[in-house]
């Protein structure tokens, strides 16, 4: 065990649902009137790169206009106040990083990020705006969104594994554990380190050994954080009742 406890927190789209951001199951918002393989796949993007880009320029804007929530917030405080804190997000916006989360790992991407159609690791930042047809890498080729599409390799995937395997506790939160490759990530987990699930639906979602909690990440996440300031680092190594 290291000296400072590690938690990792490995967050999706229910966490950021609380600040305003469709999901993809929600019936209706952005998604609705999209079908995924139209907006969210390579295919998708060779079709009609511009109807792509026009999807992503909206969510970007709503990425844009949402606040971090109080569960960004409290994972936030948490690191503010000396616990060692690393978040695997499958979530695209940068709210846990408002929220002043220092350590973030962005296993489908970042919205607010352009990046080369040709070269992955050619990435351009976007503080405003939107990706434009005709908006170039400096190889020449269409900039596109900083996603992981469907049918596309997760690239960062064996980082987040990596950070599983040190964790001394394991919080899920805002997740049905149902996306491939990430569900996969508890798999990384040792057997005697403590896990939890912060979702509504937390007792049908949660896998054996994991400790669900059945509330909203805006009131799950605070009231665990504020016990573990109460009881101090070492309460994340210990099992909960």
Not at 140 to 149: A, E, H, I, K
Request: proline share 7%; charged share 20%.
């Amino acid at each position: 065990m290291t000296q400072t406890p590690h938690l990792v927190v490995f967050s999706g789209s229910g966490i950021s649902a609380e600040s305003g951001i469709e999901t993809f199951r929600a019936s209706d918002g952005l998604w609705a009137n999209h079908a995924v393989e139209d907006v969210a796949t390579p295919e998708g993007f060779r079709r009609d790169p511009g109807r792509v880009l026009e999807f992503y320029n909206r969510r970007r804007e709503q990425v844009r206009r949402a606040r971090p929530n109080a569960a960004h917030k409290a994972l936030a405080g948490l690191e503010q106040a000396g616990f060692r804190v690393s978040i695997i997000t499958q979530n695209i916006d940068d709210l846990h990083e408002r929220a002043g989360s220092k350590s973030v790992l962005h296993l489908h991407g970042e919205i607010l990020t352009a990046r080369s159609s040709v070269d992955a690791r050619m990435r351009y930042p976007l503080p405003r705006g939107g990706i434009a047809l005709g908006d170039l890498c400096d190889m020449g080729s269409q900039l596109r969104p900083d996603v992981v599409w469907f049918g596309e390799p997760v690239p960062l995937f064996d980082e987040a594994c990596a950070l599983v395997e040190e964790a001394d506790f394991l919080l899920v939160v805002g997740t049905s554990l149902a996306v491939m490759p990430a569900a996969l990530l508890l798999d990384y987990l040792n057997v005697e380190v403590p896990c939890a699930l912060v979702d509504p639906n937390a007792r049908a979602l949660s896998p054996p050994g994991v400790q669900p909690l059945s509330a909203t990440a805006g009131e799950g996440v605070p009231a665990l954080t504020r016990q573990w300031q109460r009881e101090g680092q070492l309460a994340l190594v210990r099992e909960a009742g």
